[in-house]
């Protein structure tokens, strides 16, 4: 999610020794290898689809059995009143790192993550964008992960971080807006404590709906449209004509999705028009021999475009994903 700056600490204190208490009671066995592949980096499933050791993001979320063993981490996420869909334990061991990248599919678009560190040092690095800190263990921070980010641990030890992902609540961005406010008048935060409360039950809110069957015609333009103007805005940096091209085959694919759209609407009968006229976008995605890149972050607009839009837009799997 685009953030107004690329690192925002919430005001929330964490007990760090009783969260790190925790997760080092968890088996050796629930730390698996993180999806991306990424070298020395491990992940312990705590909210996933329907609670199994996967890394899902599209389905109803359930605590995993590994999350239920966790009092305090419940009571933790649950203080955030917030509905939340896939979360983690993040480990990133001795000298390893995450490669510099971006966050772009569908499911950041309206999501943050939230990240808590548990075991870490002064020497890790988190950086985004052009600006570097230092996590430290009882703190919570947002960042802006549209924008390109890595994550360096220098040290001889493993770090951890609880990460949760949560598109917030109208209480959780008021907060993040008081929490920007008292950085840039300088005025600093009055932090709130999260205790651990001894046999306490949390309500824990999981998503139940997060990727829709077919996605209606205002969120397709409204994600189009975002990233149109963020290619007319590096508009020096492409070709004119190719950049015309781009601009007229996605708004050809809003304008054939709203026809869709009053024909079927997101009955499952009307999937197949949608995957058909979405097919068509991808060949001719395809035929683009050069990238049209996007200010904000550097990305190009195909990639964003598959990755935002065509990949989520019906719940149908596209042919030949990985040749694009």
């Given amino acids: ?60 979320m359930a605590m995993t059995e590994h999350l239920k063993r966790c009092e305090y981490i419940q009571q933790l996420l649950a203080s955030f009143q917030v509905v939340f869909g896939r979360s983690r334990l993040m480990c990133l061991g001795p000298g390893a790192e995450v490669p510099l990248h971006c966050d772009s599919n569908y499911h950041w678009y309206t999501r943050v993550r939230i990240h808590i560190p548990v075991l870490t040092y002064p020497e890790v690095e988190f950086h985004c964008h052009d600006q570097m800190i230092n996590m430290a263990a009882g703190e919570v921070w947002i960042f802006d992960n549209w924008k390109m980010h890595r994550v360096v641990n220098p040290t001889a030890h493993k770090r951890i971080h609880l990460v949760a992902d949560t598109a917030g609540s109208a209480a959780f961005w008021d907060m ?37 069957p077919v996605m209606s015609p205002s969120e397709v333009e409204v994600l189009c449209e975002d990233l149109l103007n963020d290619m007319d805005a590096a ?82 799997p596209i042919p030949g994903l990985k040749t694009l």
């Fill in 235 to 316: 508009a020096a940096q492409n070709n004119p004509g190719l950049a015309a091209r781009f601009s007229r085959m996605v708004r050809a694919m809003i304008q054939d999705w709203r026809k869709l759209w009053t024909l079927y609407g997101p009955a499952q009968q009307g999937q197949g028009a949608f995957e058909q006229r979405r097919n068509q976008v991808l060949r001719e995605l395809r035929s683009f021999d050069r990238p049209l890149v996007l200010a904000s972050n550097g990305r190009t607009a195909q990639k964003i475009l598959l990755a935002r839009v065509l990949v989520a837009c019906v719940d149908r």
């Fill in 176 to 212: 993040v807006d008081k929490s920007l406010a008292a950085t840039e008048q300088g005025t600093g935060l009055e932090y709130t404590a999260v205790d651990y409360q001894p046999g306490v039950q949390a309500e824990l809110l999981t998503e139940q709906y997060n990727t829709p």
């Fill in 1 to 60: 999610m685009k953030l107004a700056r690329e690192f925002i600490r919430l005001p929330l204190k964490v007990d760090a020794e009783r969260l790190a208490e925790e997760v080092s009671q968890l088996p050796e066995v629930a730390w698996g290898a993180h999806p991306t592949g990424f070298k020395g980096n491990s992940a312990v499933p705590l909210i996933s689809v329907r609670g199994g050791n996967n890394d899902l993001i599209r389905g109803p």
